[in-house]
């Protein structure tokens, strides 16, 4: 298959998809014991890796899993060209679980990580939302505290929020507190404009996106005010623009939410500034890649 996911990286060896196997005892398995990370690769190029594997590392640390010393770049693009990927954009996940070891909750003291790479096509939906915008659904339910800043592999939550939001034909599901405030998406970190200004959610229990990050330094250079303060529903209701942001979707406007139109439900020019800004930023990282 041509530009596709016939081969996975698995514990450091090239495998076919069909062929690849893990432990029934493997803790990810079991107890979703893990972690992984999302890296967009542009032609074959890694954008952020440093920074992708660096999260990474700080989430293992919190796990208390070592990642092994593997040559990343070099499976990354092995993998990429096995599955004729370098001529197009992907999404490559790297999940790391603790490994196998006997049942129960309690770790083993000793285990090796097992290591899975995998990388798809980027198709252009992606581009076509980017151009068109995507809607959204509010959530019943939230997901925040400390494990919220680390993608780990207990991910339910985000598997229950976009089932519920296909079922509304939204893109997106919008993670809600029982005190009524706006986090993030399941996939994605929340941006609205209010007032000329841009807004984000305070970092704190939230995924600290590395887009989310790059979009604030983006702005704040370009002289567009960024202020990290908590959204609310009732604030919602009145936002001028509103995007989400992750690596794989870049800068997707956000048009509508619970069926309802943000302003006149079109993109809105500080959306489509913010992107721009975005891309040139992207074009200059890969130049030095």
């Known amino acids: 298959m041509s530009g596709g996911t016939d081969y996975v990286h698995l514990n450091g060896r090239l495998v076919a998809a069909a062929k690849a196997r893990v432990s029934v005892l493997d803790r990810g398995l079991l107890y979703g014991d893990g972690l992984f990370e999302t890296v967009r690769t542009y032609r074959g190029v890694p954008l952020a890796f440093e920074e992708h594997l660096a999260r990474l590392n700080n989430s293992g640390h919190m796990l208390g899993i070592v990642l092994p010393p593997l040559r990343w770049r070099d499976n990354i693009t092995a993998l990429l060209e096995r599955n004729q990927l370098t001529e197009r954009d992907a999404r490559v996940r790297i999940t790391v679980t603790r490994g196998s070891g006997p049942p129960g909750l309690l770790p083993p003291s000793e285990a090796e990580p097992t290591v899975l790479i995998t990388a798809e096509p980027i198709g252009e939906q992606v581009r076509r939302d980017q151009q068109l915008g995507v809607g959204a659904i509010l959530l019943p339910f939230g997901r925040e505290g400390f494990l919220a800043e680390h993608k780990t592999l207990d991910y339910l939550p985000g598997v229950l929020g976009r089932t519920l939001a296909a079922r509304h034909q939204a893109y997106e599901g919008l993670y809600v507190t029982a005190t009524g405030r706006v986090t993030e998406g399941t996939t994605s970190n929340l941006f609205v404009v209010r007032g000329g200004r841009l807004t984000t959610p305070p970092i704190r229990g939230t995924l600290p ?24 529903l009732r604030g919602l209701a009145a936002v001028e623009e509103a995007f989400l942001t992750s690596s794989v979707i870049e800068v997707l406007p956000l048009v509508r939410i619970d069926d309802k ?18 891309q040139a930023f992207v074009a200059q990282r890969l130049r030095r890649a």
């Open 209 to 232: 996106g590395l887009t989310r990050a790059h979009v604030v330094d983006l702005a704040d250079a370009a002289g567009i005010p960024v202020a990290h303060q908590t959204i609310t």
């Open 261 to 278: 139109p943000i302003a006149d439900g079109q993109v809105g020019p500080i959306t489509r500034r913010i992107q721009r800004l975005y």
